[in-house]
Structure formats: structure tokens, C-alpha cells
């Protein structure tokens, strides 16, 4: 029966199916065996955790606080020893964000530390935001492929 339903659908839906891999096994029961072939939730689990892989927060915000705490603390320092004047009215803007920074030594590791922390926050929060829209993409393919399969069957029967 399994052969014939395959047959069915290989002439009305286009479909594949290979006719002579019904009940190769040496016992007989009806049922399709594929070599290698997994279910397709599984598959499509698969594949979109393989292109869109979770970020970590933890990293992602260590590394982005990292990266804007060493810049600024080397921006500062450079700007302290050069007494470059043209660029410290705007390097002291962000004693706005980071309270207790000045274009002084002491002002550019408060502003490495103040960066880091900021840094840490937005990083994380870029990472789970990104996580959640990757998740509720994937809920909402997954829930379109649900409905095109059982409309698929309701044709069908």
C-alpha cells in the first residue's frame, strides 16, 4: 500500500520517491527508510542553528565594553601626551556618559572603566535582542511550514 500511495504522489505532487526502497529489509512491515535522511523539524532546527549560531551575551558584551574601554583609554592618553588642544573639547563631551572623566591619566582609566561598563551593557543587550529576533523568526517559519504541510493534506484528502 505504502508503494502505491508513493507512486500516487510521485505522478499528482511532482514528488521523488524512490519506489524501490519500500520494505528492503529482510523483515516485512511497511515503512520508508531513507539512508541518512532526518525528520524535517529536525532538519530545519539543524539548519537554522547552523546559519544563525546563538551569540553569547557574556562575550559579546566583554568584548565590545573591551574594545571601547582600550580605544578611549588610548585615545585619552595619546591626547595627554601630545597636549593635543584641538580634539580635547570633544573628547571632554563624553564626561556626559562617563561621570568622572576628564582628559587627564587619571580621566582616561575612569573612562576605560566607564566604557567597559557601558560597553558590556549594550553588547549584551545587542546579543539577546538579536537572539530573540532569530528565535521568534524561526517560531514563526516553523509555524508556516506546519500549516503549508497540513493544507497540503487537506487537498490531498
Do not use: C
Not at 53 to 59: E, K, M, S, W
Not at 87 to 116: D, I, R
Not at 133 to 142: D, G, K, P, Q, T
Request: proline content about 3%; glycine content about 10%.
Amino acid at each position: 500500500m505504502i508503494t502505491g500511495t508513493l507512486a500516487v504522489r510521485n505522478l499528482m505532487f511532482g514528488e521523488k520517491n524512490d519506489l524501490w526502497n519500500v520494505n528492503v529489509d529482510s523483515e516485512y512491515h511497511e515503512e520508508i527508510q531513507h539512508q541518512g535522511e532526518e525528520k524535517p523539524a529536525d532538519s530545519l532546527k539543524e539548519r537554522i542553528t547552523h546559519s544563525f549560531p546563538r551569540l553569547d551575551p557574556v562575550a559579546l558584551g566583554f568584548s565590545l565594553g573591551a574594545t571601547a574601554g582600550l580605544w578611549i583609554f588610548a585615545a585619552t592618553l595619546l591626547l595627554v601626551m601630545h597636549g593635543g588642544v584641538t580634539l580635547e573639547p570633544y573628547l571632554a563631551l563624553l564626561s556626559n556618559f562617563v561621570p568622572g572623566f576628564t582628559v587627564t591619566l587619571g580621566g582616561s582609566v575612569v573612562g576605560m572603566l566607564g566604557l567597559f561598563v557601558l560597553g558590556f551593557f549594550f553588547g549584551s543587550i545587542l546579543a539577546y535582542l538579536r537572539n530573540l529576533a532569530v528565535f521568534i523568526s524561526a517560531r514563526v517559519l516553523h509555524r508556516d511550514i506546519e500549516l503549508y504541510h497540513l493544507r497540503r493534506l487537506f487537498d490531498f484528502i
